[in-house]
């Protein structure tokens, strides 16, 4: 598949089926992760891909009800939640059913003489664009989600994460219950600046 073809039908998949998803698109996924550009080339990622039954069902339970209480307060079209509340909801709620949940994390160590925090996410955030890029590719749906701020010293807990290692993305992945769209966003004619801020 042409990558940017990839890119622009690249949406959230929220509804995913059950259905297992092979070890060795796993790692494909993660393979493409790694390919990603990341300050001095330092690489500094780690994915933990979590399958066990009991412990996405450990997360669901977490995860669930503070995202509901979260969720109250947030946007609504009318009276019902909108289509991408409803849709996060489903996912918090039926989050052990995704064959797997991958955290992209990583440690503060860039630059090595004076490691700043900033470097860690610069790194993460274009390693989990790259996974979700590449599962869409192989068809399978992911969604970009920082889920884990809900619950994060408990999920450390649960994965055993030191606290040196910082939790930057969580992202179920599976076979997408929906057909892709192309996403909905600014044409660029309203966010590209030719040369300088305004003219
Ligand atoms: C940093 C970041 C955090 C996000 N967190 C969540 C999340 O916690 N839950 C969720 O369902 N989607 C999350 N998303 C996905 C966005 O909501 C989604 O990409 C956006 O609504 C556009 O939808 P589309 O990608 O399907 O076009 C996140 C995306 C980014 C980049």
């Not at 630059?111 to 790259?130: D, I, M, R």
């Not at 219950?177 to 300088?196: A, G």
Request: hydrophobic residues 45%; neutral net charge; aromatic residues 8%.
């Amino acid at each position: 598949m042409d990558v940017i073809e990839a890119m622009e039908t690249c949406s959230a998949a929220r509804y995913l089926k059950p259905d297992p998803v092979p070890q060795d698109l796993i790692e494909r996924v993660i393979y493409a992760a790694t390919r990603a550009s990341s300050p001095g080339n330092s690489q500094e990622w780690d994915f933990i891909v979590v399958r066990n039954p009991e412990t996405k069902r450990k997360i669901r339970d977490l995860l669930a009800p503070r995202f509901k209480a979260m969720a109250v307060g947030l946007p609504t079209t009318g009276r019902a939640p909108s289509k991408m509340i409803a849709g996060a909801m489903h996912l918090a709620e039926t989050i052990n059913e995704a064959p797997a949940i991958i955290f992209v994390c990583g440690p503060v160590a860039y630059p090595p003489n004076q490691p700043l925090e900033q470097f860690v996410w610069s790194a993460l955030y274009p390693a989990a664009q790259n996974l979700i890029v590449a599962a869409r590719s192989l068809g399978l749906g992911t969604t970009f989600t920082t889920f884990h701020m809900f619950m994060e010293s408990e999920i450390r807990d649960l994965l055993g994460i030191p606290q040196e290692i910082k939790l930057g993305v969580m992202i179920p992945i599976g076979w997408p219950q929906n057909d892709f769209v192309k996403v909905k966003r600014k044409p660029i004619s309203s966010v590209i600046h030719w040369d300088k801020w305004s003219d």
